[in-house]
């Protein structure tokens, strides 16, 4: 298993975690197969009623903190968590220390969290169940509140896996050296992975950008969190999406992209300052 932090900005940190061969459970097939269902909602046209329930669905989903999504990530017991060892991958910008701390107090921090709030989505479920005004519509409101119901569970658990792993120390922080390379200024090529250890045709950069203009690009949500509020805070983003999308390829990891997207997403709109 391997849990990478990828630095936003110098203080901001985006998480994501590769289980390998985790054993899928009843619960995760289920929650599996709603997704599935759910994800088949996307071709309907937005002006049609299930267009527009996908739509605000989906910013729902959004909204739940990355750090839940990084959690969840972590298998369960059930699901084969059990693994001697867990590798951290890290750029050398950052220090052991410092991520280790940082991983410890986000589990202890969570799993008091994601357990009360597990239990208040629980006491929600008979009121919610109650929502069904038309049978030909399915209650929406029931199923949002099962999802959190689990969602909150997987976190939990994540967050327990997480922080028993880093008191029984049974990780080991892991540089990355291209990785450490793409923040000290030289580009990953498209074609790099994680097997290759030379870098070619890169552009030298600013150290901590990855635009060869010396800037992160923005991407069209990230414009538009700056347009309805104030410039950037004095800590401004490390990586722009299409620079995710390359550390995608360089990994090899299908999930890796939409988890750090969002975290990045999350982070550019937390450190813009709110219209005057």
């Known amino acids: 298993m391997r849990i ?8 901001r940190w985006a998480l994501h ?14 929650a599996a197969k709603a997704s599935d269902k759910w994800s088949k909602w996307a071709v309907y046209p937005r002006d049609t009623w299930r267009g527009r329930i996908y739509t605000y669905g989906e910013s729902l989903m959004d909204r739940i903190d990355f750090r ?43 799993i008091p969290y994601h357990g009360r709030w597990m239990k208040y989505c629980c006491y929600m479920l008979p009121v919610s169940s109650l929502f069904t ?6 209650n929406f409101p029931f199923f ?38 793409w923040y ?6 498209q074609t790099s992975t994680p097997d290759s250890h030379t870098v070619t045709g890169g552009s030298a950069r600013a150290p901590g950008y990855s635009s060869i203009n010396h800037s992160p690009e ?19 983003p490390l990586i722009s999406d299409n620079d995710i999308s390359r550390m995608a390829m360089y990994f090899q990891l299908p999930l890796f992209e939409p988890t750090i997207r969002r975290a990045r997403h999350q982070i550019v709109a937390n450190l813009s300052k709110p219209s005057q």
């Open 144 to 181: 949002y509140n099962l999802f959190r119901v689990y969602s909150h569970y997987k976190a939990r658990h994540g967050a327990q896996y997480l922080q028993h792993m880093l008191d029984e120390n049974s990780y080991e922080v892991v540089v990355d050296s291209e990785l450490s390379r």
């Open 184 to 189: 000290q200024g030289e580009m990953l090529p």
């Open 17 to 30: 975690c590769h289980p390998v061969n985790a054993v899928p459970t009843r619960m995760t097939k289920w």
């Open 68 to 110: 839940e999504y990084f959690l969840k990530e972590i298998p369960t017991k059930s699901e084969g968590a059990m693994v001697r060892k867990v590798d951290i991958v890290v750029p050398s910008l950052l220090n052991e220390s410092q991520v280790i701390g940082e991983l410890r107090l986000l589990a202890q921090r969570q």
């Open 218 to 236: 923005l991407s069209d949500d990230d414009q538009r969190t700056l347009e309805s509020g104030a410039p950037l805070l004095e800590d401004p």
């Open 133 to 138: 005004l038309v049978p030909i519509i399915p």
């Open 4 to 11: 990478f932090v990828i630095p936003i900005t110098r203080a």
